[in-house]
């Protein structure tokens, strides 16, 4: 791939993250990145959860459960204010995630986002950085887990529990990174 289609497709990966989320309570799944944008032994790193392996299979699966988790209490869980900086390497990019209860309180967190790519197009390394305020507030009203009870295995458990990958996720991650 040349320069132009390195950025061009750096983006695609970036949007195709942003829409699952955006659709994915019309959809009723999320669709996202597909095994073939995973590259082999990519990485991913959150200040919740610390770097754990990319499973390379279709993220919408694992987000899926999560996504149903966050609509039993948000119905109307979305995904706004998309804006991206692709490069030839990766792409940054930052959405806010919004939605209300039944009772009509509204949540919101912002997340940013970067991507590594390989030449052909493929994650090597994702992060994702949520704000510290509007995320342990809708995770509480999701999950009941206050802050300081959050960790990876506690909030996946609660949101994605019913996955039959849970276990050897959370094995996964206590496994150490090269």
């Not at 869980?77 to 009772?103: I, Y």
């Amino acid at each position: 791939m040349d320069r132009a289609a390195r950025i061009a497709r750096n983006l695609e990966l970036a949007r195709k993250f942003y829409d699952g989320w955006r659709l994915g309570g019309e959809r009723g799944r999320v669709e996202g990145w597909e095994a073939d944008d995973i590259a082999e032994g990519a990485v991913a790193f959150s200040t919740w959860t610390g770097e754990f392996p990319m499973p390379h299979k279709d993220y919408g699966e694992g987000a899926t459960y999560e996504l149903n988790s966050f609509l039993s209490v948000l119905p109307d869980l979305t995904a706004t204010d998309f804006e991206a900086w692709p490069t030839e390497d990766g792409c940054a990019w930052r959405q806010k995630f919004c939605g209300h209860t039944g009772d009509g309180t509204a949540h919101e967190f912002w997340e940013s986002e970067f991507i590594r790519t390989t030449d052909q197009g493929q994650i090597t390394r994702w992060e994702f950085y949520d704000d510290w305020i509007g995320t342990p507030k809708m995770v509480k009203a999701v999950t009941g887990l206050a802050l300081d009870e959050m960790n990876a295995e506690n909030y996946l458990t609660k949101v994605i529990g019913d996955s039959p990958d849970l276990p050897e996720f959370l094995a996964s991650m206590a496994e150490p990174q090269a």
